[in-house]
Nanobody
Framework: QVQLVESGGGLVQTGGSLRLSCVAS????????MGWFRQGPGREREFVAA????????LYAESVKGRFTISRDNAKSTVYLQMFSLKPEDTAVYYCAAQYEYNGSDYYQQSEYDYWGQGTQVTVSS
């Protein structure tokens, strides 16, 4: 069992920055690929970024590429999402998620993730 707790959300102006953190409890954090997803007002939850268990692979949605950076610290069982140049359309609840990594893992698919956090609100004002 893995429990995920996000933090770092808040209210920021357009062009500002935030860093989200997600701390995992439980064993074998380094066995899990980690992802960030978000759900904006009136929208479906969507993929934002993912990182493989040893940080070899990182993936980003086109909408955040070049502005967001995902990273992880396995010693601290923590995954981060550094967000720069925030836009109003980035306003959403951001969720971190964990999937047990295997050959052929699909980091984009929500259904592949085994555990989810409760989410943290990010609001970008115009």
């Amino acid at each position: 069992q893995v429990q995920l707790v996000e933090s770092g959300g808040g209210l920021v102006q357009t062009g500002g920055s935030l860093r989200l953190s997600c701390v995992a409890s439980g064993r074998l954090f380094s066995s899990y690929a980690m992802g960030w997803f978000r759900q904006g007002p009136g929208r479906e939850r969507e993929f934002v970024a993912a990182i493989s268990r040893h940080s070899i692979t990182t993936l980003y949605a086109e909408s955040v590429k070049g502005r967001f950076t995902i990273s992880r610290d396995n010693a601290k069982s923590t995954v981060y999402l550094q967000m720069f140049s925030l836009k109003p359309e980035d306003t959403a609840v951001y969720y971190c998620a964990a999937q047990y990594e295997y050959n052929g893992s699909d980091y984009y698919q929500q259904s592949e993730y085994d555990y989810w956090g409760q989410g943290t609100q990010v609001t970008v004002s115009s």
